[in-house]
């Protein structure tokens, strides 16, 4: 029953893709949601039974590769990590597959776009249940493929073929870091299984190599390959610049690739090897810090966006950046914890959008929407509840995680732990200012465009659906889970998640003053009343005075930078452009036309033609002649030098005759080309 998880989407994606055009469109909708709900239903039951019950379930479906003594197994490994994740994908998924329906219905090649939703679940089933890394790369891999997919769907735009490349493109280049590591692990311990390699990964703390003359751990060196691969997948700092850009695809697929599953797979990397990252201090440190600058550096672009779909996929960008520095801290219940609320009010906020952007007619500038409340009061009630979640608002399902990484950051009590947590407490309130400029600019403030949008309903019955039950997700969810994810005492992470003696600070929290447990929701207070005021003035005529002043000064000083998503893209255009260039230049022009090509076929075509014209002799009528006579000489030379070598083997210039040779052969080459021009 276990392998129907993964079974009933790859099914659901066979039928639909290759016999779609043999049934009806009906019968493939009611088929494909009827897979993904039963998938749905054996998860949450794999859920409890794993969770409830503290047992690890390993099983072996074949055995896939034999390399001498070396077997790489086709195997599923159903922990507590794995069920949690399993408990997300198949959730979300099935409700964006319900959401797609009614969000694509005009769309005439819906089955083909339901198929690759298929597809994607899939992989990413196949990612989070693999027993060894071989596994789990070949669900990596499938992931990127189905993304790139999604994204590309409606293939004429432009738009959407570059957002796909580069996000093909950027997660390649940290995919091979990943290899890597995969590559690195197999020659130390001989294996890619997870529950070997963590069983043995201690005995290499004291393990050491030389690169470049400098040495490095090979602990630290594993750990810097995995996480490069994570912070490429979940789109951290310095590889966050395609996670935006693929807001091109249609807005399930933002949705369920870039809020809900695929940018966590990242963080689930990190969980899953705990073992690993624990024995590299250096390493979860550098997590911290890239985590805190990105939480930091993602909210300030949202607030100079004004696609509402590019604020929200940033906004996840800065949420990631949250989870990775909780598990930097090694507290990674927490962080897990975070990932599983995060999907389900993410899940809502672009699901939300959706419904907005396909009421008024594919429009995603908030400059071009405002007074929509009177229009759309559920898509309204859904994204202040979203927004107020994302906040941190109490008792809502982000509060429960979000305040408490917080709370752990600080609980440290380390110079570089404040400077996460005072990282962490401005993105907190950079990301209520971020909210609520959404909320105003598309409900309330009228709207500055010329054309007044015409909404004559609300989404249908197949968007309202899930967004109802995000929305009862988005308020309880937190609630129920969170002594049994994160509790003091909780059971569920012995057989997962290893955390060393010296790491584990969930007690110290407990002590910390109120003041700095309540800061971060004052902050959001604050984040929340200095949009409405920034918001209020920009509406009002202040003519010459000092407030007018200052707004105008803050604005032209920020928004050309972070609008333009602090320049990455400008800069990675710029050397990637020139490094194309100078590569073409020196490799293709110099080397492989130019030199190579010179003394190769060119110059010894040119050589024997030039001696055949000057002697009178018509030693080459075809190139097949001639290619006849050259391997002919070619061959003698090398029984020469065979003959030579074994009589004379001591004598250094009868070993080396035929080198003396071919190098007289090309000097008197290049000599009567030089003459012959």
Not at 149 to 156: A, E, G, P, V
Not at 384 to 407: C, D, N, Q
Request: proline share 2%; aromatic share 24%; glycine share 4%.
């Amino acid at each position: 029953m276990y392998f129907l998880v993964l079974f009933l989407p790859f099914f659901s994606f066979f039928i639909l893709f290759f016999f779609s055009r043999f049934l009806t469109k009906s019968i493939l909708i009611i088929f494909n949601l009827s897979c993904l709900f039963f998938s749905c239903v054996i998860s949450i039951y794999i859920f409890f039974e794993v969770i409830f019950f503290n047992v690890i379930t390993v099983f072996t479906l074949y055995n896939w590769i034999f390399l001498n003594f070396y077997e790489i197994t086709f195997g599923f490994l159903f922990d507590s990590v794995t069920c949690i994740m399993l408990f997300i994908i198949t959730i979300i998924s099935f409700c964006v597959h319900v959401y797609s329906v009614g969000y694509m219905s005009h769309d005439p090649k819906l089955i083909k776009f339901l198929s690759f939703l298929s597809l994607f679940t899939f992989f990413m089933l196949l990612l989070v249940t693999s027993d060894n890394f071989i596994q789990l790369f070949l669900g990596w891999e499938g992931v990127g493929l189905a993304s790139y997919l999604l994204i590309n769907f409606w293939y004429t735009r432009i738009s959407a073929n570059k957002a796909a490349l580069k996000a093909m493109i950027m997660n390649r280049i940290a995919d091979v870091f990943f290899f890597f590591f995969i590559c690195l692990i197999f020659l130390l311990l001989g294996t890619t299984d997870f529950l070997i390699t963590f069983e043995f990964i201690c005995y290499l703390t004291f393990e050491f190599i030389y690169i470049l003359g400098f040495k490095v751990n090979l602990i630290d060196l594993l750990c810097f390959f995995l996480f490069i691969g994570s912070i490429g997948k979940s789109a951290q700092l310095f590889f966050h610049t395609w996670l935006p850009d693929a807001m091109e695809g249609p807005t399930p697929v933002s949705s369920l690739l870039h809020a809900a599953t695929m940018v966590t797979a990242g963080v689930f990397l990190i969980i899953r090897c705990s073992p690993i990252f624990e024995y590299s201090n250096y390493i979860l440190f550098f997590i911290c810090i890239i985590g805190g600058v990105t939480s930091l550096f993602s909210g300030l672009i949202a607030v100079f966006q004004y696609d509402i779909k590019k604020i929200i996929a940033y906004s996840t960008c800065s949420q990631l950046g949250y989870m990775f520095f909780s598990a930097g801290l090694s507290t990674y219940n927490v962080a897990i914890f975070h990932l599983f609320n995060h999907a389900f009010f993410k899940a809502l906020l672009f699901l939300s959008a959706g419904a907005i952007i396909h009421c008024i007619f594919d429009e995603q500038d908030m400059r071009k929407m405002g007074s929509l409340l009177n229009m759309l009061p559920f898509t309204y009630f859904c994204i202040f509840l979203g927004s107020l979640s994302i906040m941190g608002f109490p008792f809502l399902t982000g509060f429960f995680s979000k305040e408490l990484i917080l709370e752990l950051t600080f609980s440290r009590f380390l110079i570089d732990s404040y400077f996460i947590y005072f990282l962490g407490v401005s993105s907190a309130f950079l990301t209520a200012l971020y909210s609520t400029r959404l909320i105003f600019l598309v409900f309330f403030i009228e709207s500055i465009s010329f054309n007044k949008f015409i909404v004559s309903h609300e989404c249908d019955t197949f968007m309202f659906l899930p967004m109802i039950f995000l929305c009862i997700c988005t308020i309880f969810v937190g609630y129920i889970f969170n002594d049994l994810i994160i509790g003091w005492g909780s059971f569920i992470w012995g057989n997962s998640i290893f955390i060393l003696k010296n790491n584990f600070i969930e007690i110290d929290s407990a002590f910390i003053s109120p003041f700095i447990k309540n800061l971060p929701l004052i902050v959001s207070f604050f984040g929340f009343f200095c949009g409405l005021i920034f918001l209020i003035l920009l509406k009002i005529n202040l003519k010459n005075s000092l407030i007018k002043k200052i707004v105008k000064f803050f604005i032209n000083s920020f928004y050309s930078f972070f609008y333009n998503a602090g320049l990455f893209n400008i800069l990675y255009n710029n050397i990637f452009i020139l490094l194309y260039k100078y590569s073409y230049i020196f490799f293709t022009k110099i080397l492989d036309k130019g030199f190579f090509e010179f003394i190769g076929p060119f110059g010894i075509y040119k050589f024997f033609r030039f001696f055949s014209l000057k002697s009178n002799i018509n030693m080459l009528p075809s190139i097949l002649f001639f290619s006849i006579f050259i391997m002919f000489l070619f061959i003698l030379l090398f029984f020469l030098w065979l003959f030579l070598h074994s009589l004379i083997i001591n004598f250094f210039f009868f070993n080396y005759t035929i080198f003396y040779l071919f190098l007289f052969i090309l000097l008197f080459e290049l000599y009567f080309i030089k003459k012959n021009k």
